[in-house]
Structures are given as structure tokens and as C-alpha cells.
């Protein structure tokens, strides 16, 4: 339990300062280099990605690397924006010095476009994994009903199914409904995939909610769905966050299913070109790093916005109380 | 105004029936408390009032309207819980005032509510704040205030006291009785705890197990009760048993049992009718004893002291008498010693006699 008076935490501030200062010191140490150690395991690899996207060709493949560009250079970033005046052909192909950089991608027009469906897809899945969660999710966590004990489990169960297993019926079920190559077939196969586990997250949440307060709210004059509107969702604001930031990653990132059922520019996302990129003419690895760097800023924004509820949204639920 | 009528309710869930044929007739205006021991099926009863739980068989009727397919918030209704319930993300003043807002009241009329009920439960200092702000008795007035401004036709209260400590509970009780006297609601309370079924209630429901054991005022409930749950329910420390049989000796019926021969009174052994000979279980409650009384045959019971418990105003005086332990509650002044032993004269006009099998009463049959 954490002290809340001013008497008691001055006494764990007392008792703190009459331990040794080696052992505080020393704990102090190890704790700041294990913090450093991870920081730098998990940023390197995006400090790199920055640094390489103002580089050029040429650079990146200097001896040794260049962790800062030594000269910076927007050129990748302006093929991106300027990609459809400068596209490279068999024929041209040769023109284009690879070494030097100035080399762009002959899908490079399409990421933009593949921006904006990826866009449309994480935030549909988002809306439409809580217009379909929340309500499934107080139904299972606070009405008796026959069934609710085995749409819990079967709820569970298809998470623990790997999405590859699925890609199959999933194709089918996409073909013959004629979506393929329609941002509609991710919407719908990123939904099977995301809801449940939504609703499990959430479905821990309402659950950590006293049955009292669903009880006390519906006497107070509200139906199920006004209790759910104005008593439980203002409470679930922070497990509403991490479903939100769950269902946004998980579609701005698949590729599988992506890659199955998009062909065309119409509806292929971001991960696709991405990755069509590596199969051209040339590699320009630069230029790929500046489109990862784009592919990493919505995710980016989303987080700091929601920062204050990530950590509270991440745990709540997972432990009750 | 609502009089409440249960007809033949059964609840079920799954095989598991928790009331049972439940037939209760509370009046209008009526205070009635219902009590027995946890899972006795009170609190669903009080939720198949309040349209939380079904009714799964049987009729329930508000006046003359059947409510079994009424949802809560279609009903004239309002609830006290026992853990408050009250909206954390919400001040005291819109905790209060949320059923009147669902309920389209207009704006300045709930104000006029909210304040007048803050007045009387003094937490008019408090509206502004959160309940994570509050105490346990400050959050317990909120939750009345809630229920009060509803101004319902009936009031629901679910052990509202049992998360109070002991003073606050007292005073609150009284609070709970005056709140009554002034809605002119019809109030059903649900508690195990006896002394607050005695104090609050016009009539008191005991159940266990899903069924009523009998329904009556404080009086008839406590004097009269009808089999040995309800005897040993209520009463501190519990009432005393000791297997028997009754005897005519002359004119006269007796109790025995070894050492022990208790004279039954007539005005009792009228109620009991021609039972010489029949095996009895007798009910002695621990205050119908007195240590001062003459020590005359056939009113006197002798043991050995085993335990003295002070509590206070009196004591508890554990009794061994013929290889059973008894509990009476006697007077703080007097002064024994474990291991003594004395003779205590019992108020013969008070014993209680039940059929040993049944549990039923022989003196009070409804």
C-alpha cells in the first residue's frame, strides 16, 4: 500500500535516508545503466532510421557508417512528395546512378495513396472495434444470459489461433464476395482479427466495475444502453485508450493479410509498397527508411496524444481493483 | 403509494431456485424489513422489486399493475445499496441529482431537490466534491440523498448499514426511521442484522433458504417465533435448546430432562394441548433467566459456570447443565467464578417448545 499522509511518507522518506548511501548509490547506478541499456536496444534502430532517411545512397553504405549524415539531404523526402514526375522506366533505369542516390522506386508514386488507405483502414477498424466492442463487451461483462460463459471462451479461444491458419478461408470467404483488391476485405478480416481481443480487454475492465453501480444506475432511471453511455464509458476512458491504440497498430501494421487480398495501388497500404520496393530494379535503401519514417509518425502522434492513459489503459483490467 | 404484492414468486437460476413460492403482501406506506442469513434469497427478492432480476415464476404486482415484465427504470423506484454504488467520475451534487436528470426533471426543480436534500442529510458542504473524497458515512448520505430526491413510491435499502462502524450505524438508523415517518413511501429493507430488522421495521419477513420462515412485528417475530430458525436467529446470545419430554404430573404438564423438571405453566400447556409423553425440543432465551428469583422446584435450573463474559451493561454466563452448554445473559453486578456452581430461576411463562424433527414450533402455529 503506498503512504497517503504526510506523516507517513515523511517516515518512508526518513527511513529511506538512514540506509546506506553506497547501497543507494549503487542501486541508483545499476538501475540508470540498465535504463540506458534498453533505451539504446530499443532506439537504435529508429535513430538509425531517421539518420539514414536524410542520407543518400551513396552515404549509407559508407565504411565506417555514418550514424549522423555528414550531408543531410531532403532528397528522399521530396522524391516521396514529388515521386510521379520521376519515374524510372527499363529503358531510363540506367540514368539513375544507384550509388549516387537520386534513385526512386518505380512504385514510389504509390506510397502516398497507400498513406491514405492505410489511414482508412486503421481508423475504420478503430471506430468499428468500438461501436462493436464496448457494447458486446458490457453485454458479456454485466447481462446474464444464456451463452455468456461460452462467447467469453470462444472469444478467447480465436486468439490463440494464428492469423496464417486463416489466411486461406479468409481469401475464399473474400473472394466470393468479390472484395479482393478492396480496402473492404481488410476492414472486414482486420475486424475479425482485432474485436475479440477488444472485447476481452474491455470485458476484464467492466468486469473490475461493481455490479452495484449497473444496478444503481438502472434504477436511477437509465436503460442498458444509457447505463453503458453515461456510467461506464466516462469510467473506461483509459481501457477505451489502449483498444483504440491496439486496433489502430494491429491494422497499420499487418502485412499478411494485406498482401493476399490487395493487388493494386486502389488498395494496397502502406506495408505493401513499403515492401514492393525492395523488389525493383535497384534497392534504395534511403529512400526506403525516408517511407519508413512517414510509416512511423501516425503511430507516433496517436501515442503522445493518448500518453497520460496508455500505461493505466495497458494494465486496466489485467488486474482487478 | 405503492403496496407490493408477491404471488407465489419463484426465482430460479439455472436448477437453482433461490426463492421460493414467495407470497408477501406489503402494504402501502408499510416498512418492512427483510431478514436472514446471507444466500437467503432477501437481496434477489429486493432486485426482483426493483426489476433487476426476473421473476422467474409467480406475479408481481405494484397496486394494481403487474410489473413482472417492467424494466428498473419503468418503475417508481429507488435503491440504497451496501456498497453506496455511487458514480465515481461524478460530484456529490450530479451523483444526486443523475435519477432526476433521467428522468427529464426540469433544471431548477432539481437543483431545489438536490439542495433541499443536501440540507437534511448535512452534506451541503461536500456537493462539489468527488466520493473518492468522502468517508464511508458521508458516501452512505449521498446515497440516501440520491434515493431521497427520486421522492419514490417505494424505497429499496440492501444492507445500507453494514459498512458503517457500529456508533454511525445507531444514528443512522434513526436517520433511516425519520427518513420514513416524513417520504410517505413504502419502504423494504434487507438485512441479517437483527437489532436493525427490530428497531426499523413495522413488519419483519425472516427467510432462509429461499423461503419464508414467518412474517410478523418485532413482538411476534421475537415472542412467537414459529420454528427453531427463526427463535435462533434472533437473540444475544442465541436462544438455548434442551432435548426433552413433556410429562403430566397430576394436573400439572412438566418438562425433563435427567436433573431438570420444569413446572409448564397452564397458559401454555393449554397451547400445547394433550402431549404427555411426547419428546420436545425446549427453547429457553438467555435474558428469561434470573439470578435473584426464588429458588423454588420446577423454576430453577443448577450447572456449572464455564465461562463469564462481560460485555458491559451485563454479562454472558456460559452454563454447563446436564452435559449441554448454555448461554444466558444476567446482570453486570453479579459475581461468579468459573467452575461454581449455581442455580438460576427461569421465567417459566417464556419457554418456547418445539417438535424435535420439524423444528416447529408447539405453542405458535400460523
Known sequence: MRPNTPAASAAVTSQRLARPSFARIGRGLLLLTASVVFLAYVLFPVAWLVSSSFQNEHEIVSKPPHWLPHQPTAQNFAAIFEAGDKTVTYETRRKADPSSGGFIPSTASNLLPAMGNSLIVACSVVVLNLLIGVPAAYAMAKIRFRGRQVSIYAILTTRVIPDIALVVPFFLFIRNLGLLDSIWSLIITYLAVTVPFSVFILVSYFESLPDELDKAARVDGCSRWQTLTKVFLPLAVPSLVAVVLFAFLASWNEFLLALMFTQTPKSQTLPIVVASFTSDFTISFSFINAAGVLAIIPPVILALVFERYIVSGLTAGAVKG | ?366
Open chain 2, 1 to 366: 403509494m405503492a403496496r407490493i404484492q408477491f404471488k407465489n414468486v419463484t426465482k430460479r437460476y439455472g436448477a437453482l431456485a433461490v426463492v421460493r413460492d414467495l407470497n408477501l403482501d406489503i402494504r402501502d406506506r408499510e416498512f418492512v424489513v427483510l431478514l436472514g442469513p446471507s444466500g437467503c434469497g432477501k437481496s434477489t427478492t429486493l432486485s426482483m422489486t426493483a426489476g433487476l432480476e426476473e421473476v422467474t415464476e409467480g406475479e408481481l404486482w405494484f397496486d394494481d399493475q403487474l410489473v413482472n415484465a417492467l424494466p428498473p427504470h419503468r418503475r417508481d423506484v429507488a435503491m440504497v445499496f451496501q456498497s453506496y454504488a455511487l458514480y465515481p467520475h461524478k460530484s456529490v451534487y450530479e451523483n444526486i441529482a443523475f435519477g432526476l436528470r433521467m428522468r427529464k426533471v426540469e433544471r431548477s426543480e432539481v437543483d431545489r431537490r438536490v439542495r433541499n436534500a443536501a440540507t437534511k442529510l448535512e452534506i451541503t458542504h461536500l456537493l462539489e466534491r468527488l466520493p473518492s473524497q468522502l468517508s464511508g458515512g458521508q458516501r452512505q448520505r449521498v446515497a440516501l440523498g440520491r434515493a431521497m430526491v427520486r421522492e419514490p413510491a417505494v424505497f429499496l435499502m440492501d444492507e445500507p448499514l453494514s459498512n458503517l462502524d457500529a456508533a454511525l450505524r445507531i444514528s443512522m438508523r434513526a436517520e433511516i426511521k425519520h427518513l420514513h415517518n416524513e417520504m410517505q413511501s413504502t419502504f423494504v429493507y434487507v438485512t441479517h442484522d437483527q437489532a436493525e430488522a427490530l428497531t426499523l421495521a413495522d413488519r419483519i419477513v425472516v427467510m432462509n433458504d429461499g423461503l419464508i420462515q414467518q412474517i410478523g412485528t418485532a413482538h411476534e417475530i421475537y415472542d412467537r417465533p414459529a420454528n427453531k430458525f427463526v427463535a435462533s436467529f434472533l437473540g444475544s446470545p442465541p436462544i438455548n435448546y434442551l432435548e426433552g419430554e413433556l410429562a403430566r404430573v397430576g394436573d400439572a404438564l412438566h418438562f425433563r430432562r435427567g436433573d431438570i423438571e420444569l413446572i409448564v405453566p397452564q397458559r401454555l400447556a393449554a397451547r400445547l394441548g394433550d402431549c404427555s409423553g411426547r419428546p420436545v425440543s425446549l427453547g429457553l432465551r438467555a435474558e428469561d433467566v434470573d439470578e435473584r428469583g426464588e429458588m423454588t422446584g420446577g423454576r430453577t435450573i443448577r450447572g456449572r459456570v464455564t465461562s463469564v463474559l462481560p460485555v458491559g451493561s451485563d454479562q454472558f454466563l456460559g452454563m454447563e447443565i446436564d452435559d449441554h452448554e448454555l448461554f444466558f445473559r444476567v446482570g453486570k453486578d453479579l459475581r461468579h467464578a468459573v467452575g461454581e456452581v449455581i442455580g438460576l430461576s427461569v421465567d417459566v411463562n417464556r419457554l418456547h417448545f418445539f417438535d424435535p424433527a420439524s423444528g416447529k414450533s408447539l405453542l405458535w402455529h400460523n
